[in-house]
């Protein structure tokens, strides 16, 4: 069973910095694409950063590049979510989600930043 455990949210002000963790089992981990997904209030989720495990590549959307880093620890079946420089419009739920079983999602974990 695919499970995926999110963490490391919190309040912070804005141009702060926060680590989400995304746990992982159930699955090979590096046989897949790791994704974060963020949902604010009253918006679509949004896919914002990719790690192809396999070979490290990673994809950002405009918004987050250059200030959010995603890396993953293969011994850990762990994906991270750097995020340095944090604006008030980065303000949401943070999920992620594998290539392995993309109609499973965890509880998410929530980010808030203060202006």
């Known amino acids: 069973e695919v499970q995926l455990v999110e963490s490391g949210g919190g309040l912070v002000q804005a141009g702060g910095s926060l680590r989400l963790s995304c746990a992982t089992s159930?699955?090979?981990?590096?046989?897949?694409?790791i994704t974060w997904f963020r949902q604010a209030s009253g918006k679509e989720r949004e896919g914002i950063s990719c790690?192809?495990?396999?070979?490290?590549?990673?994809y950002y959307i405009d918004s987050v590049k250059g200030r959010f880093t995603i890396s993953s620890d293969d011994a850990e079946n762990t994906v991270y979510l750097q995020m340095n420089s944090l604006e008030s419009e980065d303000t949401a739920v943070y999920y992620c989600?594998?290539?392995?079983?993309?109609?499973?999602w965890g509880q998410g974990t929530q980010v808030t930043v203060s202006s």
């Open positions: 159930g699955f090979t981990f590096d046989n897949y694409a």
């Open positions: 989600n594998s290539g392995a079983a993309p109609n499973v």
């Open positions: 790690i192809t495990v396999s070979d490290g590549s990673t």
